[in-house]
T-cell receptor
Framework: GENVEQHPSTLSVQEGDSAVIKCTYS??????FPWYKQELGKRPQLIID?????GEKKDQRIAVTLNKTAKHFSLHITETQPEDSAVYFC????????????FGKGTRLSVIA | EPEVTQTPSHQVTQMGQEVILRCVPI?????FYWYRQILGQKVEFLVS????????KSEIFDDQFSVERPDGSNFTLKIRSTKLEDSAMYFC?????????????FGSGTQLSVL
């Protein structure tokens, strides 16, 4: 089955700097790659996703890149703010309903004011 | 935006007892899931449910676990004889069918504590 590796496990940045979180996946059949943000005690919230027919997607300060050949994808947050502090999870799946999302272990991002 | 709702938000039980966690998926969604998250760890897939039957399950989802959609709205997870290691946050999730509908909507979770 699919295996998703995520790093780093923790990341501290100064407010205004950029943060990059990287994930690799094992199953070349995976074609859907979402990123979730989870604040303490809350549900995971989708912040951005990308499908395998696209190499990059951007939404304001957040961008995701995908390299299908290397089987890795990354989350980029620019101009970080204290409210970006949370745990971020990457995930992968084949996109069909029968195939579940497989999550990475998460990255705890701390933005220092 | 419509939400997946879960009850209760917290459940405390004694080891060996049965618990039922309840979820109401978004009304027009067709795929339903249970995930769990042990404190400080990643979100782990338990089971997916479609067309009134289990479509996939993980190795975590052993004979102690069962799921049911008893009516048109509720989706439940039953743990027959709870163990200490079942203590976790349990998330229900649902989604629409088809390409371009992969977004998974999570409920707010049930924190299960087994004593």
């Amino acid at each position: 089955g699919e295996n998703v590796e995520q790093h780093p496990s923790t990341l501290s940045v100064q407010e205004g700097d950029s943060a990059v979180i990287k994930c690799t996946y094992s199953d070349s059949a995976s074609n859907y790659f979402p990123w979730y943000k989870q604040e303490l005690g809350k549900r995971p919230q989708l912040i951005i996703d990308i499908r395998s027919n696209v190499g990059e997607k951007k939404d304001q300060r957040i961008a995701v890149t995908l390299n299908k050949t290397a089987k890795h994808f990354s989350l980029h947050i620019t101009e970080t703010q204290p409210e970006d502090s949370a745990v971020y999870f990457c995930a992968a799946s084949m996109g069909s309903g029968n195939t579940p999302l497989v999550f990475g272990k998460g990255t705890r991002l701390s933005v220092i004011a | 935006e419509p939400e997946v709702t879960q009850t209760p938000s917290h459940q405390v039980t004694q080891m060996g007892q049965e618990v039922i966690l309840r979820c109401v998926p978004i009304s027009n969604h067709l795929y339903f899931y249970w995930y769990r998250q042990i404190l400080g760890q990643k979100v782990e897939f338990l089971v997916s449910f479609y067309n009134n039957e289990i479509s996939e399950k993980s190795e975590i989802f052993d004979d102690q676990f069962s799921v049911e959609r008893p009516d048109g709205s509720n989706f439940t997870l039953k743990i027959r004889s709870t163990k200490l290691e079942d203590s976790a946050m349990y998330f229900c999730a649902s989604r629409l069918q088809g390409f371009d509908n992969e977004k998974l909507f999570f409920g707010s979770g049930t924190q299960l504590s087994v004593l």
